[in-house]
């Protein structure tokens, strides 16, 4: 049976409910699946924990669900882009968890793979090891990090066959593919379809770990920041961070 879908709206809001986990895949605004964020905030689920990277910026990618009132708790390493997340978050009205960047990798990863836990020297002595229990292997201290396992995981890919096996591109394979694996449910969104099955050599998250797979809205991609430089020689460069 093939995981390909021609809408996933009904299939979200049958999955999706108030008080959710949601994971969600991307850098910046690098590898977000918009078009999945756009389902959820059109279904208005709200009192939703965010599990990613960062959340996007003010309007764009998980933006939108801050700007919708649609998250009470994020777990993420990283929020200095979206100025209305951290104005909410210092007000006290969005429950923020801050984890460090390979920590919550780490922590994704593990959910993933069914570890309950595991040990690091990452955040020991720091205010994110607080409360946590630690313990001591060949004489350096460790906290314990529990791993993630979200309810709904949101994930864009480059190329998808019918069996839901995954292929990123480039920079977009930051953490689609641990959220991917985190996920209860996975919902996927794709540039592009195969009809064959994908050379195993080529598959970056095997299909076992995705449930359904919808077509990328076929949207400009975004830039995150645009930076001009000047070389010696006066040439103007123009360096983009985007998706």
């Known amino acids: 049976m093939s995981k390909l879908r021609d809408d996933v709206t009904g299939l979200l809001a049958e999955t999706l409910v108030d008080g959710s986990v949601v994971a969600v895949g991307g850098f910046g605004l690098c590898g977000n699946p918009f078009g999945l964020i756009e389902v959820v905030q059109r279904l ?11 959340m996007g910026l003010d309007g764009k990618g998980l933006g939108l669900l801050i700007d919708g009132g649609q998250v009470a708790r994020v777990i993420a390493s990283y929020v200095g882009e979206n100025t209305l997340f951290a104005q909410r978050y210092l007000e006290g009205a969005i429950e923020v968890e801050f984890t460090p960047q390979g920590t919550l990798a780490e922590r994704l990863r593990a959910g993933g793979a069914g570890i309950a836990g595991f040990y690091t020297r990452t955040g020991v002595g720091t205010v994110v090891a607080e409360g946590k229990p630690h313990a001591e292997f060949d004489g350096d201290l460790y906290v314990l990090e529990r791993g993630i396992v979200a309810d709904v995981a949101l994930v864009r890919a480059h190329t998808a066959d019918p069996e839901g096996n995954l292929t990123y ?75």
Request: aromatic content about 6%; some cysteine.
């Open 44 to 54: 208005g689920v709200r009192d939703l924990t965010v599990v990613s990277n960062n």
């Open 169 to 243: 591109r480039r920079t977009a394979r930051n953490f689609n593919p641990l959220v991917a694996a985190a996920g209860r449910c996975t919902f996927v969104e794709a540039e592009v379809f195969r009809a064959d099955f994908t050379d195993p050599d080529l598959v970056d998250t095997p299909g076992i770990f995705v449930d359904h797979v919808v077509e990328a809205p076929p949207e400009p991609k975004p830039i995150e920041q645009r930076v001009v430089r000047r070389r010696s020689s006066g040439e103007v460069v123009r360096l983009e961070r985007g998706a």
